[in-house]
């Protein structure tokens, strides 16, 4: 992906009602994250990251050695609603498994499941308990 593409996302994500927004094309992916400061202005980041498992464009051009990180995942919202915590889901460092329950989201007065679709440990909470979601937002980090 390009400077002028990225420089071009930071710009949008500037102005909209998000906090992040990560984009996969190809071989490339970035996430273009906003966070808030004490000013009432947003510092905006771009973060470039490699898709694995995929051949290199031009195999003349040696690869820079890379250290092992653990794989990050993401828990989204799958639907727009008020987030609700679960028992045993309260702190970072808690250890799930694929399909196990790590949230509700109440939506026209009905409470529906958020499962986890992979093994990991909880890197960061992003949600409290009682906070508005909108659909894709983010809602947990994991480590897997």
Not at 48 to 75: F, G, L, R
Not at 104 to 116: D, G
Not at 121 to 138: A, H, K, R, S, W
Request: hydrophobic share 40%.
């Amino acid at each position: 992906m390009d400077l002028k593409r990225i420089e071009a996302l930071i710009e949008v994500i500037k102005d909209a009602n998000v906090t992040e927004l990560a984009l996969k094309r190809d071989d490339s992916s970035v996430v273009v994250r906003k966070s808030p400061k004490s000013n009432g202005t947003a510092q905006v980041t771009a973060v470039p990251q490699a898709v694995p498992n995929k051949p290199a464009a031009d195999a003349s051009v040696e690869a820079p050695e890379t250290v092992e990180k653990p794989v990050v995942t993401v828990i989204a919202a799958p639907m727009v609603g008020i987030f609700h915590m679960v028992d045993g889901i309260k702190s970072s460092g808690t250890t799930i498994k694929k399909g196990q329950v790590v949230g509700m989201i109440e939506s026209m007065k009905l409470m529906n499941e958020v499962t986890s679709q992979f093994d990991g440990e909880i890197n960061e909470i992003l949600v409290e308990d009682g906070m508005p979601v909108e659909y894709g937002q983010t809602l947990f980090r994991l480590s897997h």
